[in-house]
């Protein structure tokens, strides 16, 4: 790696909440940065005050401090080349337009929206290939290309709305490299004549970003595959300024696609398919919308930016759950892809799964107990722990824990009939009567001592396991589907399991009777 100090930007506008992939994005600056033992910074692009969202620069420092991406530099961390807002740095680009103007690298238009639509207007009757203000058309345009010196100043000084856009070179080649798709060449008579500097007084992205990636000493601009068409304009602002030697190293990683991918992953995709596509809650201050997020719906933040991690970029070797500081010790630019990533859902329930079932039984009662409480449900610390050990490797979230396992705390008021009516019989009543026999001369209720009891059991009365442990199970949960018997019983103890076997008992017998 480069001996300059590695420092990379996640720079995001808040004009709405942040999706997924503007996570992953952070996540891999984050990467990089800790990797590199450099500076991740967090800087708001908030230019186009137009499109600004109540609340949203809140939702993103919230979401991010939620998935553990934490800034080194950024609002509300401090650090030397700031302010990081660009609403607070208008002043600065002033400058650097004016100076792309005294350079010859840009100059001021003042076409009006009626002309600008003429002239698209004029290119398309041409059937020219392009109908953009550009080389080709720009000398047909109101701007001090064209107008004389005096009437440029003279309608500069009476206040005529105008803009500042580049003046791109014609036959011009440009060439940059991109750490991920290699050596990118663009003609720039492709380009338009972007515009940097708006009639509003605000720049636009093209300079803002420019200018603050080179106060800010950015080394390395890590963002998404949107932005490569504007690269070529920002590599010849970094020309035009005299900048090249500086230029910042440029990766624009692959789109999120829909699960199908079929094209990039949007909110829409996600109310269709029901899942989430921010990260936490989003309540639109506009419409209403309320849009539920990842963390509401029981993601932990360590396995979704597991997954994040992985729709994009993959480690050397074949391993899928890692650590943040896995993450930090294997990410490289090299093994990021340059093909869309598809978004699947069921992986990311998938990666939460493996991550709680590696939690302990009393940090993962800790965050069940208050559901109980709302139940009116009183339990010790270590029954509910051992209840959770059990009940993580059968569940994806810890919202799952009381639908998978609430016959623990309560004894089950229905019964699945068809167990019921296909295995209750005499000789199985029989086989209940002794059992309980059993039970109560059980001194051991762990659940190996238990399991080895149960199997005895049917050694003695010759007995198969499927014509006792499915109505067994059946008996003390109302369930067919559960853990295995033996963990059943090793939780609830003796009293609790003969008091539910024959509690069920004459509850059997009336559904028999009912045949």
Not at 3 to 11: G, K, L, Q, W
Not at 444 to 453: H, I, K, L, P, W
């Amino acid at each position: 790696m480069n001996e300059i100090p590695v420092r990379v930007r996640f720079a995001p506008s808040p004009t709405g909440p942040l999706h997924i992939g503007g996570v992953r994005t952070a996540l891999y600056n984050y990467l990089f940065a800790r990797k590199y033992h450099g500076t991740f910074i967090i800087r708001i692009e908030d230019t186009d005050q137009n499109r600004l969202v109540s609340g949203a620069e809140d939702y993103l420092f919230e979401s991010l401090a939620w998935c553990g991406i934490i800034s080194d530099e950024g609002p509300g961390t401090g650090g030397e080349y700031g302010p990081y807002r660009q609403s607070e740095r208008k002043e600065i680009y002033r400058e650097y337009a004016d100076r792309l103007i005294a350079n010859g690298h840009a100059y001021y238009a003042f076409d009006t929206v009626e002309e600008l639509d003429a002239m698209r207007e004029r290119l398309k009757a041409s059937e020219s290939s392009t109908q953009q203000y550009d080389c080709n058309s720009r000398m047909a345009m109101k701007n001090s290309l064209t107008l004389a010196a005096e009437e440029v100043q003279t309608r500069i000084t009476r206040g005529d709305p105008y803009v500042i856009r580049t003046k791109v070179p014609e036959n011009e080649t440009v060439i940059f490299n991109d750490l991920v798709r290699g050596e990118m060449v663009v003609e720039a008579n492709q380009l338009d004549d972007k515009v940097l500097f708006k009639s509003d007084g605000w720049p636009t992205y093209h300079l803002a970003n420019v200018v603050d990636d080179y106060l800010m000493k950015i080394t390395h601009v890590i963002r998404g595959e949107e932005w490569l068409p504007s690269a070529p304009l920002h590599v010849l602002l970094y020309k035009f300024f005299g900048w090249e030697s500086i230029m910042p190293q440029f990766t624009h990683v692959p789109l999120l696609l829909r699960p199908d991918g079929n094209g990039k992953l949007s909110k829409r995709d996600g109310d269709r398919l029901g899942f989430p596509v921010f990260p936490v809650n989003w309540s639109d201050p506009l419409s209403g919308e309320k849009s539920t997020g990842f963390r509401e719906r029981g993601f932990f933040p360590q396995p979704l930016i597991n997954f994040l991690a992985l729709l994009g970029w993959h480690p050397a070797g074949d391993k899928e759950v890692m650590t943040m500081e896995d993450m930090i010790s294997e990410f490289s630019i090299e093994h990021v892809h340059k093909a869309g990533a598809r978004f699947d859902f069921e992986k990311a329930k998938w990666f939460n799964h493996e991550y709680l079932i590696k939690m302990s039984g009393s940090r993962l009662a800790a965050m069940f107990f208050p559901v109980l409480q709302e139940k009116n449900i009183s339990a010790s610390e270590e029954f509910v722990a051992r209840v959770c050990d059990v009940l993580k490797h059968r569940c994806s979230f810890l919202s799952d824990f009381w639908e998978s396992g609430s016959f623990f705390f309560r004894q089950p008021d229905s019964f699945d009939e068809v167990i019921v009516k296909s295995k209750w019989n005499e000789k199985v009543k029989r086989n209940f009567e002794m059992l309980i026999s059993e039970l109560n001369s059980l001194s051991d209720f762990t659940g190996a001592s238990v399991d080895q009891f149960l199997h005895r059991f049917l050694g003695q009365n010759n007995l198969k396991a499927g014509e006792l442990f499915p109505v067994l199970r059946v008996a003390l949960i109302g369930t067919k589907n559960g853990p295995s018997v033996f963990e059943i019983i090793s939780l609830l103890g003796r009293d609790e399991v003969i008091k539910r076997i024959r509690s069920s008992q004459p509850i059997f017998d009336k559904m028999i009777s009912m045949l």
